[in-house]
């Protein structure tokens, strides 16, 4: 699976592990100072972003065509599947 992170601190470096380790491919991430790779590329986002981020982060993602978006916030875990968003 080709995944994106969204918010790249201790948590997404925890997933990024875990996922590499499951033969699964980091191809974006995006952090507060760091922008590296295609989110174009992603099947799936994850965001690990602080609340400030959260809505820069979703409004990046908006439109994209993943198979699932997963939103970590205060310990809840929302997802969504791919979607035509509207804005």
Do not use: C, W
């Amino acid at each position: 699976m080709k995944i994106a992170l969204l918010g790249y601190g201790r948590m997404g470096k925890t997933i990024e592990k875990f996922a590499q380790e499951r033969n699964h491919e980091i191809v974006f991430i995006l952090d507060k100072n760091e922008e590296k790779g295609s989110l174009a590329e992603a099947e799936v986002a994850i965001n690990f972003s602080v609340p400030e981020a959260a809505v820069k982060n979703i409004k990046l993602a908006l439109g994209k065509k993943f198979l699932l978006f997963v939103e970590l916030q205060d310990g809840l875990i929302f997802m969504m599947k791919s979607l035509p968003f509207v804005t």
